[in-house]
């Protein structure tokens, strides 16, 4: 037998163990994962205390469309809370739309503050800036760090919250739920999805003994407050592109407990619109995710189509590498099986899209950095940010 054809036969089986170890890892531990659906967990009967446990954070650059809703479905949740948002130097009407908010009679045990910001002192990102500023204003025990566009349901708070309590958990991170309105986007979930099996150990975050296994999700990190200041606050990491998986890295880092959870329609984000908007809204992060280093993306890219591509090619090769094809294939349907009953209700028909989520995957991936090599930098939400500068507080992510 030629030896290339050898070689090709062990790597689609090298694939296809590779996809079954990581699909029947993830089916054992994703339902010991806590659900906040859980109804030990449901909202209490018992009066609701006078003063907030919890400040809400709620940073806002030009999120006109979202901020609203954003900040009445915190108004509107079962446990009193205190919100402050903050007017990130916006240039369209979310500083008026907050204004307005403020001004009207709020509900019991809420209160909403506003905070406006004209200028971005020099060595901060806009958002860790507006967070940090507004971390500094609160007393409560507990901080919730979130987005200006995210939907809370009314009960949110209160059963994270009682999660927090007996779990004695110091930082929580809520899966999201995206909300899905086309087929573009059904088809970059998907393979999203895979992305982040490949990539992600969620139920590894408790154990103080996977120190490389971390979680941060930039819409949901609810933590105490002593811990947020015992690790430095934002301050800590002022430039950092990806700074909710940097908080939860610390938080693991410096000994803390550590929890993700799970809760479908608990927080609710419509992320970006068709499979383009997805892929480009991916440009700030995808380079810095591998910390700014060209050959490390490069390397990603190449293991990424392999994983991807060639269990779909192999579908017309030879039957020693047709039958590992199949295989991997066959765990990547029963692995997004799960994910569309528990999370996404996508339907199995759309892994016939997987290359072409996959071929937009891996452009997101080289346009992120080539993008960013070529301006010196990343632009987001209108301001540049120097590369230089980034690489130089790019610190460890696990």
Not at 4 to 26: F, K, Q, S
Not at 37 to 60: E, M, Q
Not at 208 to 225: C, E, Y
Request: overall charge positive.
């Amino acid at each position: 037998m030629h030896v290339l054809h050898i070689l090709a036969i062990v790597l689609a089986w090298l694939i296809a163990v590779l996809w079954t170890r990581v699909t029947l890892t993830a089916l054992y531990h994703l339902p010991r994962i806590p659900n906040l659906l859980d109804p030990r967990y449901n909202p209490a009967r018992s009066p609701d205390p006078a003063t907030p446990d919890i400040t809400v954070i709620v940073p806002a650059r030009n999120e006109a469309a979202n901020i609203e809703a954003t900040l009445r479905s915190l108004l509107a949740q079962t446990i009193p809370v205190a919100i402050i948002a903050i007017d990130d130097r916006s240039t369209d009407a979310t500083g008026a739309i907050m204004n307005r908010l403020a001004a009207e009679s709020q509900p019991p045990g809420k209160s909403l503050t506003i905070l406006h910001i004209e200028t971005l002192p020099d060595g901060w990102m806009g958002k860790t800036h507006a967070m940090a500023l507004a971390a500094r204003q609160t007393a409560t025990p507990w901080l919730l760090f979130t987005d200006g566009d995210i939907l809370f349901r009314p009960d949110t708070l209160e059963r994270a919250l009682r999660f927090a309590h007996e779990s004695n958990a110091d930082h929580i991170a809520l899966a999201l739920t995206l909300i899905l309105q086309s087929a573009g986007e059904r088809l970059m979930t998907t393979v999203l999805g895979c992305f982040t099996l490949l990539s992600f150990r969620p139920w590894k975050t408790p154990d103080p003994a996977a120190k490389h296994d971390s979680v941060g999700v930039g819409g949901f990190n609810l933590l105490r407050s002593s811990v947020y200041r015992a690790i430095g606050g934002f301050e800590a990491f002022r430039l950092e592109v990806l700074e909710d998986l940097r908080l939860g890295f610390e938080v693991k880092r410096q000994g803390y407990r550590q929890q993700v959870v799970f809760g479908r329609d608990l927080i609710r984000v419509h992320w970006a619109s068709g499979a383009l908007g997805m892929a480009h809204n991916l440009t700030k992060h995808f380079f810095a995710v591998f910390r700014f280093r060209p050959t490390a993306l490069v390397a990603g890219v190449i293991v990424l189509s392999l994983l991807f591509f060639a269990p779909f090619v192999g579908l017309f090769a030879p039957w020693p590498i047709r039958s590992a094809s199949l295989v991997a294939l066959a765990m990547i349907a029963l692995a997004h099986s799960y994910s569309s009953r528990h999370f996404t209700g996508i339907s199995i028909l759309y892994l016939f899209t997987l290359p072409i989520g996959a071929a937009l995957l891996l452009y997101a991936l080289l346009r992120s950095m080539i993008l960013t090599l070529h301006r010196g930098g990343v632009v987001w939400r209108g301001t540049f940010y120097p590369l230089h500068e980034l690489r130089r507080h790019a610190g460890p992510l696990r």
